[in-house]
């Protein structure tokens, strides 16, 4: 073997290797990614092979090892090819059964090579430069039958997967694309000519003319991998590279200026001498090591990335753009234009949603034309607010329908990004293909990820904004004519609202007179003035008397209502012995009392203080508490009436064992005109002023209410009064 074949055969072998490895170093892996690296791992390991098995010589043992180990390199070569072939140029969508199906076949195909009684039978040391494989050629035919049809699967999948990308691959990544797969079909061919059709005649003397052609598919990649950014490697491949320059750069100047120095300036003999000098070689490489890295990485980048930008001033003067910018079109125009320095692309565009609307927004650039805005337009309505956040060229075939991806392609779109704050979609951002024909990578979606955040709060404070505006220029007048229509509606009411209470005043004024003489005549009649009664005539008419007695006890409350509205509730307080008048009360109501069935337990104190209270509205009070007290009592039962001393107060309740108020309604129970739920079915007659009346005359004696009750079991209603406030004369009547 000549130096000439070992040299393409080692160069092939370290190409293709050093490709397997630059796509597993890469940042963000994909299944494309794993199957390209398989390939290319193969193809170097069946150019290594070849080299070992064209050195094996007479060696026959290690001759049949390294043939079976490129028989089998050379079979998972062409099964890789087609399982890439599926995710590129496009991604093809099959079932997972056809993908078990093509691993099965190659299992099969490399237990047939590596079977001792398979298609390979021994290798022949014929004592000239070559040896020769004594095929087995029924199987062999099946091996070569394999390799045939998984070529013509493959010719097929990249031939759709071209017709399919032709919407969306711009005219340079198209020249790339041309150029792979015809470095593919070059490397395909030739290699299944060399090493596949010749064997089967015995001709194994051009073996080693197959990798070549392989180098070429690989010198290929390389370039659309520095050029258009194949695969999304170039950064890996860009720090591969400035570390292989650095190193050779390191090894070169070292070998160099130890070179030098040895020959001319040191004798071999000095032994220190030379250790003096490698000392102070590798401290000047020491120093040089950052500057040649430095070099090395301008140089890689501008070979790389001659347009790039640097994602952290794109981010800064968005944000300064977020902040500085209020309104929606400013805010939009601004970043469009942010994102076009950045990109370069064929247009920008973002479409606002405010409710069921989509408002257009396009920067100062090129943009995109009418039919291309309706494609987009229609992409909007149809993507989902919950499916995924940025949809690209290589995943736009994975969308919810296919509806989508011919959207996509028809608006020649290259990068979709649906701005979401929460699940609601605020707006999209539309950006076309690069001016370049690079498509977009990594490090470009990250950024569009980073501006789609900032974005998006961005624009949604914005609209807040403009809705706030809004209003503002409307609510002045809103609030005017709103105004207007209180004081109208607050004028009418106040009007009614003096009616109401001047009626109430006068009716109960006019009411309570005759009131008071029919309650005086039935009192004459029952004390037998006009003559004899029976008992009977004295039933019905004690029960008129207390009828009587009770309006005009309804009377007076709403007089006492009126009053506290008109703001002419009055205290008389006069000096008034609080023991006598409770018994007095209670006197006045036995007939009640007994109509009802209940008793009064009642022990007046002796020697109780004087108090100058207002006797007509403490009346009121106590008489209010013992009615409803005989009214929801159960019968048969007792009222328990006491007046004490206590703590420097005075406190009278009124205790009973009825209906009790639920603890629900209890919060409510003295406000005015309010009645609980069991009060009004056991007694529907009722007002709802009076607790409320009781309180307003207590709190105005400077005192308070005593409540207590359990629903069903009773309820304890009274009042506690100061008794060294109250012992004092007024200086004059309270209000």
Not at 210 to 230: H, N, T, Y
Not at 401 to 421: M, N, P, T
Not at 577 to 594: H, W
Not at 637 to 647: F, H, K, P, W
């Amino acid at each position: 073997m000549s130096l000439a074949i070992e040299v393409v055969l080692l160069v092939t072998t370290v190409v293709n290797l050093g490709l397997a490895l630059l796509v597993c170093s890469a940042y963000h892996r994909r299944i494309v990614h794993f199957w390209f690296a398989l390939l290319t791992a193969a193809v170097s390991v069946w150019a290594f092979a070849i080299y070992r098995f064209l050195g094996s010589g007479a060696d026959v043992v290690d001759g049949m090892t390294w043939v079976r180990v490129y028989y089998v390199a050379a079979a998972i070569i062409i099964y890789a090819l087609l399982e890439f072939s599926l995710y590129f140029p496009r991604r093809i969508p099959v079932r997972t059964s056809l993908h078990v199906g093509l691993f099965v076949v190659l299992v099969t195909v490399i237990a047939m090579t590596l079977w001792d009684r398979g298609f390979i039978g021994q290798v022949v040391f014929t004592g000239g430069e070559h040896s020769v494989v004594d095929l087995y050629q029924p199987f062999y035919i099946l091996y070569v039958m394999y390799y045939v049809l998984m070529m013509i699967a493959v010719a097929i999948c990249f031939g759709y997967g071209i017709y399919e990308n032709r919407h969306r691959q711009t005219q340079r990544f198209g020249r790339w694309l041309t150029i792979l797969i015809v470095s593919i079909a070059i490397s395909l061919l030739f290699g299944a000519w060399f090493n596949l059709f010749l064997p089967l005649f015995g001709n194994y003397e051009y073996i080693w003319a197959g990798p070549p052609f392989a180098l070429v598919f690989g010198v290929a990649m390389l370039f659309a991998i520095v050029k258009q950014g194949i695969l999304d490697i170039r950064q890996a491949f860009a720090r591969t590279m400035v570390y292989v320059f650095l190193l050779v750069s390191l090894v070169g100047v070292y070998s160099a200026i130890a070179f030098a120095v040895s020959t001319f300036f040191v004798s071999t003999s000095q032994t220190a001498s030379q250790t003096f000098i490698q000392l102070g070689i590798a401290i000047i490489l020491a120093f040089t090591v950052r500057p040649l890295k430095l070099f090395f990485d301008k140089v890689t980048n501008e070979l790389f990335y001659r347009d790039e930008y640097s994602a952290v001033t794109v981010l800064d003067r968005l944000r300064d753009v977020t902040i500085n910018k209020v309104r929606v079109s400013d805010l939009a125009g601004s970043s469009l234009d942010i994102i076009h320095d950045a990109f370069h692309p064929k247009f920008a565009s973002l479409y606002v949603q405010q409710g069921e609307q989509l408002h257009y927004y396009g920067g100062q650039y090129q943009k995109p034309t009418p039919t291309q805005q309706n494609f987009h337009t229609m992409f909007i309505a149809k993507l989902p607010t919950n499916y995924r956040y940025i949809v690209d060229y290589s995943t736009v075939d994975t969308l919810a329908s296919d509806d989508l991806g011919h959207l996509f392609h028809k608006g020649q779109l290259g990068l979709a990004i649906q701005l979401l704050a929460g699940k609601q979609r605020v707006a999209l951002l539309m950006i076309g293909a690069k001016e370049s024909g690079k498509k977009y990578d990594t490090k470009d979606q990250e950024l569009v990820e980073s501006i789609a955040g900032e974005l998006s709060l961005a624009i949604q404070n914005s609209l807040r904004f403009q809705e706030i505006e809004q209003l503002n220029a409307t609510l002045q007048q809103r609030i005017d004519e709103a105004t207007k229509e209180l004081r109208a509606s607050n004028a009418q009411l106040q009007h009614l609202d003096a009616t109401k209470d001047e009626f109430i005043s006068m009716a109960s004024h006019q009411l309570r007179t005759p009131l008071t003489s029919v309650k005086g005549y039935i009192s004459m009649v029952i004390e037998g003035d006009a003559g004899k009664i029976n008992g009977a005539q004295q039933q019905l008419l004690g029960e008129a008397f207390t009828s009587s007695e009770r309006m005009v006890h309804l009377i007076n409350d709403f007089l006492n209502v009126s009053r506290l509205q008109t703001g002419k509730f009055m205290l008389d307080r006069r000096s008034i012995d609080l023991a006598k008048i409770v018994d007095q009360e209670l006197d006045s109501l036995r007939t009640t009392i007994q109509s009802h069935s209940l008793k009064v337990r009642y022990k007046k104190p002796s020697n109780f203080p004087l108090l100058y209270i207002d006797e007509g509205k403490i009346r009121q009070v106590i008489m209010n508490f013992v009615d409803n007290a005989i009214y929801y009592s159960r019968e048969d039962s007792t009222i328990n009436v006491a007046l004490e001393t206590q703590g420097g107060d005075v406190l009278f309740t009124v205790k009973d064992k009825g209906i009790g108020v639920p603890l629900s309604e209890q919060k409510h129970l003295f406000g005015k005109f309010f009645r609980a739920t069991n009060a009004r079915t056991q007694r529907p007659d009722g007002t709802g002023v009076g607790l409320f009346l009781a309180k307003k005359v207590i709190v105005a004696h400077g005192g308070s209410m005593v409540f207590e009750s359990v629903e069903g079991q009773g309820s304890t209603f009274g009042f506690r009064l100061p008794i060294k406030k109250l012992s004092q004369p007024p200086l004059e009547n309270t209000n």
